[in-house]
């Protein structure tokens, strides 16, 4: 992050300066919009003529795991009646990350100018996302800051173990498929080329042995080219996914996949129902609260989906869960769950159900896509590898039936 020295308008005869932290001029911006201020300029903050380094963590972002600890902290000790900022030196005395230090730090300077707590975490855009701040601001409007902030750990706790869940449920099998390809490659790329040469005197060889010299001879002959072609494939994709079109394309194309389609849209709407309903609980106006949610969701289609459900219906004075009806990947499960909430006054808590049910399916598809995907992709892996020993043991099992 990058500190930038602003002067802007506070109403309209006060003009204030100061200085705040964002990823860019286009955050910072932002980041004065929330505060209620209009920007008369905003320019990067020079020391001495050169650029002045980025503030404590020298441009490496903090993990969200710390965010979450420091809100969980904050909450604890707002519960038991200390006050912000004795709590906010609590905290600063006690975290033993230097990086956190200083963002805790500039936390509580500017919070003895005069700020709020949520006015404060705006200068870190990028530590402090605008749903975070959002709630943070309605727990201070409603006086139950502490509530606000118990509840926002809780959510990003139950966030990262979803996380955690679908990295888990992925990392296996693409350590098995990653070192299988590798030996593969480095076997026909390397070892075999010395071996067949055993065989070149042979007149008839079986199939499987030509096809592996065929293989074994281009791999040997072209390994870098595969490797460059490869490495700029990577390149090229990670461009095209980053990109607004090509990442709306790998989306649309996910949600095609049968199997994978299911995973990813119960992982979505778990994200989405925890996120809207305690924004709900907070206070803040579904509207907003709907916009904020569909932030957190990964998937452009999905957020398209909510989006429109959004403008549809509650802009329009609509229920919300007429909207979901009509949403083709949201389950009617969902559009229910949400009827029944809206007639009872519960919104929140029928939502916070539909996350607890998802997550729960998540918890049990990622368990059996992982005990099957494993003992698969070892399968193949084997087979490819016993493809490879049959080759070349097959023309000395001819060799020796010749003999006899």
Known sequence: MTTYAYKAKHGPETTVEGDLEADSSAAALQALDRMGYSPIWVREKVVSGKRRRRL????????????TVFTRQLASLTRSGVPILRALHTILDQTENRRMQ?????????????????????????????????MVRAGESAGVLDVTLTRLSDAREKEEDLRRKVQSAMAYPLLVLVV?????????????PKIVVLFKDFQHLPLPTRILIG????????????????????????????GERGRALLDAVVLRLPLVRRFVVHVEIARFARTLSLLIDAGVAIDKALELSAN??????????VEAVRVGTVQKGAALSEGLKRAPHFPS??????????????????LLEVAVFYEKEVDQQ?????????PLLILGVGAIVGFIVAAMLLPIFELGTGLR
């Open 366 to 374: 990622a368990r059996v896509a992982t005990s099957l995907i494993e």
């Open 180 to 192: 299988g390809a590798l030996t593969v490659f480095v076997l026909l790329s390397f070892f075999l």
């Open 296 to 305: 957190t969701l990964g998937n452009t289609l999905l957020r398209d989906e």
């Open 333 to 350: 499960f969902v559009a229910n769950m949400t009827a029944v909430g809206e007639e009872a006054g519960r919104l929140d808590e029928s």
């Open 102 to 134: 200083k963002v805790v730090d500039r936390l509580e300077q500017t919070i003895r100018d005069g700020s709020m707590l949520s006015g404060a975490m705006s200068r870190f855009p990028a530590l402090f996302p605008p749903l975070y701040l959002d």
């Open 215 to 242: 293989t074994s001879n281009f791999f040997s002959s072209y390994w870098y080219w595969i490797l460059l072609l490869l490495a700029l494939s990577m390149v090229v994709g990670r461009r095209l996914t980053t």
């Open 56 to 67: 404590g963590w020298e441009g490496r972002p903090l993990r969200a795991r710390d965010i």
